[in-house]
């Protein structure tokens, strides 16, 4: 028995101006027990999404006004509505229009006329997805509150939305995957959650450190890679979070790896958390300028404790970004 989805709880929209067609869905969802929506007219339908929020979509592709294709790729591109999952009913077979399907952002497809078995299958598997992305969502957005507040402790609010926002640029720059970029974003926000655990007696010391609170504070990298291992859907920023005060040469921590040895996404994530808190303004600093904070970083490549060929992507991308104009 499935406990994720039962058809009482979720709501099916669908889409299509024939009404014969329109009313051959609804019979075979209502009887099946989901709540069902219509809607006849392409022009409407965003609207009805946002204020419905259904759970699924079924969307004819051949209307009058907007086909569904630019009714789907405005759906996608909409934070409010991107998660809902979306099939195509269509009567033609071709092979171009899937691939259209595709690109703006269509789950699925299925033939009119429509098959029972076919319909319901993979509407239940696809609002199985949804709600299991749903929840993982909340739990990334709990992580996050928690992240949040764990910074307010100790920086005054780190500047998270600058962080977030150089790494999908640089990532870009770099031209890496759509999921390293949302490793990188994701990392921004949580690198250092492992601080939960350090005293402020520590965390927030004025004076020189002693060698044993230095050590204490080191360990925030495995403690935040603990507190971030059961996220399933985001493996790739285990590595970050766990390596991002290593260096080149082989004297950072926790693992004091060296060159190549460094995972990428560290290194890459590092250099962009640097910048950003040489760049910002703090209770006991002034911010630096980009000019500054780039040759900053370069001093710290000389001294071997950076990626120098990275160094120099990062600089060229910081020239033709932040120190334009
Ligand atoms: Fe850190």
Known sequence: MNTLVSSEQAKILVVDDHR???????????????????????????????????????????????????????????????????????????????????????????????????????????????????????????????????EDRSEGGKSFARLEGLAQAFGEYLELTSTEISDLIFAARLHDVGTVCIPDAVLLKKGELTEEERELIKKHVLIGEKICQPMQNRRGVLPIIRHHHERWNGSGYPDGLSGDEIPWMAQIFQILDIYVALTSERPYKLALTPAQ?????????????RNPELVEQFTAFIQVTEMRA
């Open 20 to 150: 014969f067609s329109r009313m051959a869905a609804v019979d075979l969802l209502s009887l099946d027990g989901y709540e069902v929506l219509e809607a006849d007219d392409s022009r409407d339908v965003v609207k009805v999404v946002i204020e419905q929020q259904p759970d699924l979509i079924l969307l004819d592709i051949v209307m009058p006004h907007n086909d569904g294709f630019e009714v789907c790729q405005r759906l996608k591109n909409d934070e409010r509505t991107r998660s809902i999952p979306i099939i195509f009913i269509t009567a033609s077979d071709d092979r171009n229009w899937k691939i259209r399907g595709r690109e703006v952002g269509g789950d699925d497809f299925l033939p009119k006329p429509l098959d029972r078995v076919e319909l319901l299958t993979k509407v239940k598997l696809l609002i199985q997805q949804k709600r299991l992305n749903e929840g993982l969502d909340q739990t990334e957005r709990l992580l996050y509150s928690i992240a949040s507040a764990i």
């Open 293 to 305: 904070a780039v040759k900053t970083i370069a001093e710290e490549m000389e001294k071997g404790w």
